[in-house]
């Protein structure tokens, strides 16, 4: 019999429990006793895709990894070699070129959002060796600044897609493309640019870029999952390798924590169950996320992306059965600033939500005092949030004061916070690839896991697709298809 401490402590985290209800602890671990999957099925041949018909294989490109099966186990040798063969090219260059090199990252969703989220961890701690511009958005002013800033001579354009499709990261290619051929001519442009992708053949026949720099992934890992991957490639360009397989040793260690407790016990399991009996008790869709410290600004975006284009979903995985709920609606931002940003809205507007603080122990800088006031914030407002405090609690303090009873009662129904809110505190030891591998494993986990009680498919996005489709059809037949009442309404009469 395995103890049901208030916390969890695993891979350099400690998950804190302490403020959620033990009737609601009890009820998600029920759940998790009759989860659906077992999470050995993600590192061996199953068909959890089930839309796409494939396995979701992301465990296996971590460093270290090992297959369930022997097609899991080809997998993790192609993906090892794969990215052998990438950091081989990056020693190449960083070896013989001249540094710092300037790096055009062009990718968007899941081939950008958990890259910038880790450069933006690492980089807290870390001076990165290149200059990294990112492009991800079909916004021309920020590739026209990114161009702006660097010298043709000096640059290595990265084209980020695992289906070499995506319409807003090939724009961008043809465009940097045109401009290297300005310097470089023709022929020689596209030997700086660098595929990462899953359609090797694609990469080579729409940007003419060469097979040596073209690095392959599976269409086995999902885009939100991808950095672990060769589409992680500009985390080793831009801090060592060393550093990325730091990173890949917390996430590794997370996967072992994973694959051998039981959901139950484990601190992916618990969040996710806990998740779970909120919305399906009380209907409550709002989960809130505040991680203390600018260094995960991008992580914050990150981690939406991930739950809910993961279980924003109302349909099941078998395709036929319409869902009660769905995933939740996650907020997410930076502490102390989300504190005066949307918190007022929970504390005084009378819709709960469920909270996730993450905060770092030990300070990354040299201004202690200030880490201290960071943390003690993140504290204070899951204690806020729990506890509340009454009107009468408030109207006794503002009578000592010396108010009047009237003014006492009126400020105090103004002050008050009805509190019943539960979170979890997720306490990482230290700022370091390790640390912050192992929290980008445990929210992957967590939301596979959740999407398994939901019972939806969390490794398809088909509504991402619509709107993708929409838009090329809209462009190829030009904009005056945005006309008013064009979804079936008049406009207005004057």
């Not at 036929?320 to 989300?338: F, Q, R």
Request: aromatic share 6%; glycine share 8%; net charge negative.
């Amino acid at each position: 019999m395995q103890p049901d401490p208030a916390c969890v402590s695993v891979s350099g985290l400690q998950l804190d429990f302490s403020r959620h209800s033990a009737q609601n602890l009890a009820e998600a671990k029920a759940v998790l006793r009759r989860l659906p999957h077992h999470p050995c099925e993600l590192i061996a041949r199953n068909r959890l895709n089930s839309s796409e018909d494939r396995a979701a294989w992301h465990l296996l490109a971590r460093r270290g990894a090992e297959g369930g099966d022997a097609d899991a186990h080809a997998a993790v040798e192609f993906l090892r070699a794969e990215s052998e063969r990438a950091n081989a090219w990056v020693q190449s260059i960083v070896q013989h070129g001249e540094m710092p090199l300037d790096i055009i990252h062009l990718g968007i969703g899941g081939c950008d959002a958990p890259l910038r989220a880790a450069f933006g961890a690492l980089a807290a701690t870390l001076e990165p060796r290149c200059h990294v511009h990112w492009v991800a958005n079909l916004d021309g002013a920020t590739l026209r600044q990114a161009l702006a800033a660097c010298d043709p001579a000096n640059t290595w354009v990265l084209v980020n897609s695992k289906s070499f499709g995506t319409q807003e990261v090939l724009r961008s290619a043809q465009a940097v493309l045109g401009w290297l051929e300005d310097h470089w001519g023709r022929e020689r442009a596209p030997q700086r640019l660098v595929a990462l992708t899953a359609c090797p053949e694609r990469a080579r026949d729409s940007l003419r870029i060469p097979d040596a720099q073209i690095f392959r992934s599976l269409p086995e890992i999902g885009g939100r999952f991808s950095l672990w991957s060769v589409h992680g490639l500009v985390l080793t360009l831009a801090f060592g390798e060393s550093v990325v397989e730091n990173m890949h040793a917390g996430a590794l260690a997370m996967d072992q924590h994973l694959l051998h407790t039981p959901a139950e016990h484990s601190a992916p399991g618990l969040l996710a169950g806990l998740s779970y009996i909120t919305r399906s008790q009380s209907g409550q869709d709002l989960l809130s996320i505040a991680l203390y410290g600018d260094a995960f600004a991008h992580t914050c975006l990150y981690l939406q992306q991930l739950l809910m284009e993961s279980l924003g979903k109302s349909i099941a995985a078998d395709g036929n059965t319409t869902l009660s709920i769905s995933g939740p609606v996650v907020l997410a931002g930076v502490g102390t600033s989300a504190q005066h940003s949307y918190f007022q809205y929970f504390h005084q507007s009378g819709h709960a939500a469920l909270h996730e603080f993450v905060a770092v122990r030990q300070a990354w800088h040299e201004y202690p005092e200030h880490h201290r006031g960071l943390l003690a914030n993140a504290l204070a407002q899951a204690e806020a949030l729990c506890r509340g405090r009454s009107p009468a609690e408030w109207e006794r303090d503002f009578l000592t004061q010396g108010q009047s009873p009237h003014d006492a009662a009126r400020n105090a129904r103004q002050r008050a916070c009805s509190g019943g809110q539960p979170s979890t505190l997720i306490w990482l030891e230290r700022l370091d690839a390790f640390h912050f591998g192992a929290l980008l494993a445990l929210y992957e986990h967590r939301t596979v896991i959740e999407g398994w009680l939901l019972g939806v498919n969390p490794f398809d996005q088909w509504g991402v697709e619509l709107g993708k489709t929409l838009a090329a059809n809209i462009e190829q037949g030009g904009l005056s298809t945005l006309s008013p009442g064009h979804c079936g309404h008049q406009p207005a009469m004057a």
